[in-house]
C-alpha cells in the first residue's frame, strides 16, 4: 500500500516536473525570440540603409517599402534602389552576368563607407538573392524583410558573429535528406518519375 503511495506521487511529481519543464522551456524561447525581434526593429539611421532590390516580378516594390517606412515612423533615411529593366529576359545567362557586375558595383560602393547595417527590401527573381546576401553580409549587418499582405516584417537579421557562430539558437524545422544522381536516366533510359 505505501509503495502505490509512493508510486503515485513520483508519478504526479513526475508530471509536475515535465511541465515545469516545457514551462520554462516555452517561456525562455518566447523571451528569446522576443528579443530577437527587438532587434530587428531597432534602427542607427546614421548608419543604416534602406535598400530596395527589384529584380522582375509584377510589381515594383519602392512604393510599398516607402509606404512601410511612412508607418513605421521613420524619417528621412539613406536609401538605395536597384530596378533590374523588365525589357531584358533576367533568365538569360548573359543578362544575369550583367545584372550581377551591376548588384557588384552597386554593393561595393555601399561597403565602403561606414555603413553598419542595411535593411534589405529584395523583390524578384529568387536566382539572384544569393549574390546579394554573400557580399553584403562580409560588410554589415543585413536586415532582410518579407512583404505580407499588411506591409512588410523584419524577417531576419544576418551578421558576421551571426554566420561564423555555428550555434544554433532553435530547435531545427527540418533536416535535410541526400539523394543520389544517377547516370541511369536520361534520353533513352527510364524516367526519374517512373
Known sequence: MISDVLLTLSAIWGVVGAAIAWLFGYVTGRLRRKRRLRALDRLEPDKAIFLIIWTGGKSDPEPDVREYLQSRGLGPLRGLSYKAPLKEELS??????????????????????????VHLFYAGLVAYAPVIGAMLANWCTVVVYHKKADGYIPLYRLDKEWIQAGRRSFKPLSSPTSWLHSSGYGPGKPSLLG
Open 92 to 117: 538569360d545567362p548573359e543578362v544575369a552576368e550583367r545584372l550581377t557586375e551591376d548588384l557588384r558595383e552597386m554593393l561595393t560602393e555601399l561597403g565602403s563607407g561606414s555603413l553598419r547595417e
